[in-house]
């Protein structure tokens, strides 16, 4: 059986985990820095990167013995490599080549935005080729994932991620950090349809992205209200939800055509990242997946956000293609999908 540790600080999570080939998450922990980044409203790279430092060591420690492990007993160490906040990327790689290095173990450099495209194969029986919407944060893409090291990027963002509109409105809400949870929870009570808020590239080819046109309207919105009630708050929340819903449900649509002419064979979408934990959003584009004849396939919600988890499995799909790093590779802060 092979066993791989995986190290995730790419962001504001700090995580750790053993995942072995028969798809056991051995163990997995997850140190979020949620309370450290309120006071600033986001993430403070700074904040994140001394955090990461702070906890990383004793996590690792944790988990190796709650698993009554060894470093030996492992067959390789996964690292989040990149894309992401370059001090915390180091910080991570750092642990990571010390371990494989004291440890004589092979090392993998993750793509982050692999781990999160190759989740699905570790919770659910999902096969090469498939079709994948990333959508987080920092990252909101379309692409065809015809293997572990081969992406066909078919659209990504032009300004604003998905997930970044959800923060900055939240932001300009005063709900406070993250935002994208606390806009879908208070969406519940909200209206969908009371404001009509612009979607950007809707009815156009393509599978491209852009949404900041709609986080500018918000704000036009919220400052022609001036004194916002609970329900305003609510029904902003709605509407932006439904919007952002709609953009992506349309691209996706266009992609299954892309599907349709040049990769006949890729008949699953697969929704990943931290956005795709939204509830009203997964309802909207499984819906819209079925009547494409599509079959929808999004990863359980405690591993759609950040988590080491995934870059462990992705780890293991490298590993057993004989994929690993030489020790002395360079973290990344930019690292696209397409080119691995």
Not at 144 to 163: E, F, R
């Amino acid at each position: 059986m092979i066993k791989v540790l995986g190290i995730e600080s790419s962001c504001d999570e700090t995580s750790v985990a053993i995942v072995a080939d028969n798809k056991n998450i051995i163990e997995h922990e997850i140190y979020s820095q949620i309370e450290a980044h309120q006071p600033f409203g986001g993430v403070v790279p700074e904040v994140a990167a001394r955090s990461h430092m702070d906890y990383l060591g004793n996590m690792i420690s944790r988990i190796m013995t709650q698993a009554k492990l060894t470093y030996n007993d492992l067959d390789a160490i996964a690292v989040t490599a990149g894309p992401g906040l370059i001090g915390g990327v180091i910080v991570g790689v750092m642990y990571a080549k010390a371990i494989a290095a004291a440890s004589h173990k092979p090392i993998i450099a993750v793509n982050h935005l692999e781990g999160h495209a190759l989740t699905v194969r570790l919770t659910n029986e999902v096969d090469f080729p498939f079709l994948l919407m990333l959508v987080s944060g920092g990252h909101c893409q379309l692409l065809i994932v015809y293997n572990v090291v081969q992406y066909m990027l078919l659209g990504s963002t032009m300004d604003d991620a998905a997930g970044e509109c959800f923060d900055k409105v939240a932001k300009m809400l005063g709900l406070g950090y993250p935002g994208g949870q606390i806009v879908e929870q208070r969406a519940k009570n909200g209206k969908y349809n009371r404001f009509k808020f612009p979607r950007p590239l809707l009815g156009r080819s393509g599978c491209d992205f852009s949404f900041s046109g709609l986080k500018a309207a918000v704000k036009r919105q919220i400052d022609e209200i001036k004194e916002l009630t609970e329900a305003d708050v609510n029904d902003v929340c709605a509407s932006l939800q439904h919007t952002i819903s709609e953009i992506l449900q349309s691209r996706m649509i266009n992609a299954f055509k892309i599907c349709a002419r040049e990769a006949p064979k890729v008949n699953t979408i697969v929704l990943a990242g931290g956005v795709a934990a939204n509830q009203h959003i997964r309802e909207k584009l499984s819906l819209a997946a079925s009547e494409y004849g599509f079959d929808f396939v999004a990863p359980p919600i405690k591993l759609c956000g950040d988590n080491a988890a995934m870059i462990a499995w992705a780890g293991i799909e490298r590993y057993k293609l004989g994929l690993t790093d030489n020790i002395n590779f360079i973290p990344r802060s930019r690292w696209s999908l397409d080119l691995l």
